[in-house]
């Protein structure tokens, strides 16, 4: 964990720019008819609706987006009551984890007063203005009583996070770490230390469960809370316990089966563990520094099941797991409260989510690509982009079910999909691909079956039903690493091509080849030799039939896969050439940007073929064409090198395609500015049009212009690289690809496979007709 100094964080939140949050406009403000618009005249006829009917301001505003995150500064983090104003820059990080996490709107709100009538008049007064408020840092007993007012005066979610937040997350973690510990959670004997506002709503949370009153033993800063203590108040004295031969932590942790630790740092020792059930369960939640180091715990009871607070060690409780997707869920069906029932959804689809294949994108940032339930892993990671959906799904289903919902969700299935495109993990061009796929699944070859990436992405294809995977390994390597993955391998055929009932269709395989290269030199032992490698065997078996489509590209270079498809599969007729397409899904829509990764330093008979695959793809993927060549000059400002070359095939495209819309040789910002390349160059056959697909000059700047808007663009998805012009479905990945990536082109690839079987069937059928 990178250690965090004073200088460092003083410096970040001052910056260039103080603060962490800010405040941007959602609608065009450019023109004075935008300014008309957003303020006056124009903003009086929203007012006059929401007049007539208050709930439209949920239409017209942003208020079911807007929480505001309230504190008097009274219990921040582990500072104490440093005030309100003191407080602002945690209020201004709850924002920014709102925001990123659940897209949603924060205004943080510091009010200098303690008195809890005054603080929850004040909150009455503002609340008109959010959707949802976030108690945030306020002390106990207070707490209590601020929330259970404003609940009941307030008709939006109020939540006060350090007690449910808390609560809701541990509670996942409870009941999958008791499920991991084969313990009954009706009898599990449970010892919380710590009384404060989230121990006391954790608890409740506990025995919602399930676990029994009688089982529990609370302790604050004074030993055990029990029945002939006379200083408790109203929520320590609905915990305290009969058991009054007990006073202090060490006498009441004999025999326990789980220890939640609300408290402070270093109060659990390794005694005091080793005096535990078997399999204890120890979460040791306090902030920075826990009851007791995981280290200790380990090394104590190495049987003993861990949880802390803190990201560098496994099984996180972090707040941020919850309180972003439960307001997301509340305010997408403009709920009136944040309920008990809503709670308990929250905490079964956390809980469900741990039990659920990992991501790939929590695997690379927590560098660990073998995570699976289990003791080092029963709570999701904060990063999972999962949860916005799980749990605010969830908690959404709840508060219609529960009658707390102003809006009900119609169609859930839709709203699923709007939380993935909230947050940019997933678009309409990648939905309508993975569904097109789904609609004609086809059998996908997948080259490097023994690599955990490459196996992820076959079995989430798998799972999708986009495809029916074709592993090609050793059983024995494949079946391990699927056991380690935790990937149920049913429905998945693996073939290995080494072995010795491999050897006819090895020999197939080299005897076609051979055949068809035998003016180059091949033999049929050398060809049978090239069987024993995956490009070879995978593309072979897609030449026969005996698959649809081939993924390939993990381990292997691209000069070689290259080589190896050109032998085995060839060239679609009519071309002399294939290549490379990478599909970005922008904000401002769909680029087509090839070639990207096969012609080096392609001449104009290149260019013209590689134009005609690029147009050819583009209408494969349900769009028109509009092209530009690019270049660093414009229209024959340069004739010499490569400018020449890109102008040469413009012309001949013009003039064998005079529908095709292509223009070039341009510079890419007139190819991206419709205005200013219809100005500057009227008589382009481009004029009035935006272009969507790119053909650049070579595959430096292809690739480069591609991986350059990656990197500075997250919000830009790349679907790629998409192979044209082989007469198969053969597609590539590269070594950088994800899970995601993966499963994106083996859709492309099935899709590709389904269309092939398509066009042959209308030959075949033409042929048949042709001969009768």
Not at 263 to 279: C, E, P, Y
Not at 434 to 457: L, Y
Not at 741 to 756: K, L, P, Q, R
Request: charged share 25%; net charge negative; hydrophobic share 40%.
């Amino acid at each position: 964990m990178v250690k965090i100094t004073k200088e460092a964080a003083l410096a970040y939140h001052e910056g260039e720019r103080p603060g962490k949050i800010e405040v941007k406009p959602t609608k065009p403000y450019r023109t004075q008819t935008d300014l008309s618009l957003a303020y006056s005249p124009g903003v009086a006829y929203p007012c006059l609706e929401i007049q007539s009917n208050p709930n439209d301001a949920y239409r017209y505003t942003d208020k079911g987006n807007l929480v505001a995150v309230i504190s008097n500064g009274t219990a921040v983090l582990g500072l104490g009551d440093i005030g309100a104003i003191s407080g602002k820059p945690v209020m201004e990080g709850k924002g920014l984890l709102f925001k990123i996490y659940g897209g949603i709107d924060v205004f943080d709100i510091e009010l200098d007063e303690k008195d809890p009538e005054k603080f929850c008049e004040t909150v009455e007064r503002i609340a008109p203005t959010f959707g949802g408020i976030n108690l945030e840092d306020i002390k106990a007993p207070e707490c209590f009583y601020i929330e259970q007012r404003l609940k009941k005066t307030l008709d939006i979610p109020v939540m006060h996070d350090d007690q449910h937040g808390t609560a809701i997350i541990s509670a996942a973690g409870l009941k999958n770490a008791l499920e991991v510990a084969g313990k009954d959670v009706k009898t599990a004997k449970l010892v919380i230390n710590g009384a404060g506002a989230a121990a006391i709503s954790c608890t409740n949370l506990y025995m919602a469960l399930g676990i029994q009153k009688e089982n529990i033993v609370m302790l604050d800063s004074h030993g055990v809370i029990t029945v002939d203590r006379e200083d408790l108040n109203p929520q320590k004295a609905a915990f305290a316990t009969n058991r009054t031969d007990i006073h202090t932590l060490q006498e009441a942790i004999k025999g326990a089966d789980v220890f939640v630790g609300l408290s402070k740092g270093k109060v659990l020792t390794k005694d005091m563990i080793r005096s535990m059930a078997d399999r204890p369960i120890v979460f040791a939640l306090a902030n920075p520094i826990p009851e007791i180091s995981y280290e200790e715990a380990i090394e104590s009871r190495p049987d003993v099941i861990m949880s802390t607070g803190r990201s560098d060690y496994p099984n996180q409780i972090n707040n941020v797991i919850g309180f972003p997707y439960i307001f997301r869920g509340a305010l997408d069906v403009h709920a009136k409260a944040i309920n008990e029932e809503m709670k308990m959804a929250a905490v079964q689809a956390i809980a469900d989510l741990a039990k659920q294949p990992i991501p790939d994108v929590v695997n690379e940032v927590y560098h660990i690509n073998d995570l699976v339930f289990g003791p080092a892993y029963f709570i999701p990671k904060p990063i999972d982009p999962r949860l916005i959906t799980e749990v605010s799904v969830a908690v959404a289903k709840a508060a219609v079910k529960s009658g707390v919902a102003r809006t009900p969700i119609e169609d859930w299935g839709a709203y699923r999909e709007s939380l993935k495109q909230l947050l940019g993990q997933e678009s309409k061009f990648t939905r309508k691909l993975h569904a097109t796929a789904v609609r004609h699944p086809q059998r996908v070859v997948f080259a490097e079956g023994e690599h955990p990436t490459m196996m992820k992405a076959a079995f989430q294809a798998m799972q999708e039903g986009i495809c029916h995977p074709i592993l090609l390994g050793n059983p024995d390597r494949v079946s391990r690493l699927a056991n380690r993955l935790k990937i149920d391998l049913k429905g998945v055929e693996i073939v290995d091509m080494r072995a010795d009932q491999e050897q006819g269709r090895r020999a197939a395989f080299a005897k076609h080849l051979a055949e068809k290269c035998e003016r180059q030199g091949y033999t049929f032992d050398e060809a049978y030799d090239k069987m024993y490698e995956r490009n070879y065997f995978g593309m072979s078996m897609v030449e026969h039939g005996d698959a649809d489509a081939f993924i390939t590209g993990l381990y292997t270079k691209y000069s070689n896969t290259i080589k190896v498809a050109k032998e085995v599969i060839g060239i679609r007729p009519g071309y002399d050439t294939f290549g490379t397409m990478h599909i970005l899904d922008t904000q401002k829509g769909i680029f087509y940007i090839a070639d990207t990764l096969i012609n080096r330093h392609p001449n104009e008979k290149v260019l013209y073929d590689i134009a005609r695959l690029s147009a050819h793809s583009v209408k494969f993927f349900n769009d028109d064409p509009v092209m530009a060549m690019i270049s660093y000059s414009n229209f024959g400002s340069d004739t010499t090198g490569s400018p020449h070359e890109v102008h040469a095939a413009v012309q001949k495209l013009q003039a064998d395609y005079p529908d095709l819309v292509v223009d070039g040789e341009m510079q890419v910002n007139f190819a991206m500015n419709r205005k200013l390349r219809d100005d500057k160059f009227p008589f382009t056959r481009l004029k009035g049009k935006e272009v969507n697909t790119l053909v650049f000059p070579n595959i430096s700047s292809a690739n480069g212009s591609y991986k350059l808007l990656q990197a500075l663009d997250t919000d830009t998805e790349i679907i790629g690289p998409i192979q044209m012009g082989l007469k198969k479905p053969i597609h590539f990945t590269d070594f950088e690809c994800s899970v995601r990536d993966i499963v994106n082109i083996t859709a492309v690839a099935v899709i590709d496979a389904y269309v092939e079987k398509v066009k042959k069937g209308v030959e075949d059928s033409y042929q048949t007709m042709s001969k009768k």
